[in-house]
């Protein structure tokens, strides 16, 4: 079992490793930007009120998120342990994901940080081509990754729950040296 979060700016591989994890250690990957996307395509009312934010390459208000997350975690597949993507994104949601954790029992055991230099994350994403993946809103997404969510890596680390992991290495190394650190 394993309760791990995925920390890392846009196109830093957490998405291809989480799902890799997932499948190897039989727990969810929860990512956020999946639901949401998915409830853009369903058109649901979460789905309206997020798609303009995330085709903007801005974060959701957080009311949108909070609930949300509480309820995934709620479920029963999560209680074998979970893998987080994509949340928490900025201090407040690392608090009440804080707050939740100790309210469910469910301790986080570490933050796996995936480090990736600025180049080869916007020729990923340009090669991905995702809505949200066009010069425009890629620079943005990097913008607000450096001005909301790389705050957390100092607040993960000042708790010494991080570790930092190359993520500019072959898919398959990325993977090996993640799988060393959850053993560890
Ligand atoms: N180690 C790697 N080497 C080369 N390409 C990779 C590697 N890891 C992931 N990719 C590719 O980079 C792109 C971005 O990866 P991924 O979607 O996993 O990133 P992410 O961190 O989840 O991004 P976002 O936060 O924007 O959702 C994908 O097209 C993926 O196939
Ligand atoms: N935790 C989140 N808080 C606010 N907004 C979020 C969060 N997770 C995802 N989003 C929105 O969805 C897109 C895509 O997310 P990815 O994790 O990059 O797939 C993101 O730009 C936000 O608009």
Excluded at 3 to 27: E, H, M
Excluded at 67 to 94: C, H, M, T, Y
Aim: some cysteine; glycine content about 8%; hydrophobic content about 40%.
């Amino acid at each position: 079992m394993i309760r791990v979060i995925f920390l890392g700016p846009p196109g830093a591989g957490k998405g291809t490793q989480a799902a890799v994890l997932s499948k190897d250690f039989d727990v969810p990957h929860i990512s956020t930007g999946d639901i949401l996307r998915a409830a853009v395509a369903a058109k649901s009312e979460l789905g309206q009120k997020a798609e303009s934010y995330m085709n903007a390459g801005e974060l959701v208000p957080d009311e949108l998120i909070l609930d949300l997350i509480r309820e995934r975690l709620g479920q029963k597949d999560a209680s074998k342990g979970w893998i987080l993507d994509g949340f928490p994104r900025n201090v407040s949601q690392a608090n009440f994901l804080d707050k939740l954790l100790a309210e469910i029992q469910q301790p986080c055991e570490c933050v796996l940080n995936l480090e990736v230099p600025d180049n080869v994350l916007i020729s990923r994403l340009l090669s991905r081509g995702r809505k949200d993946d066009n010069e425009d809103v890629i620079r943005n997404r990097l913008e607000v990754y450096r001005k909301q969510t790389e705050p957390l890596i100092e607040f993960f680390r000042s708790r010494q729950q991080l570790v930092s992991v190359n993520g500019h290495q072959a898919m398959g190394s990325v993977e090996a040296d993640l799988k060393q650190v959850l053993q560890a």
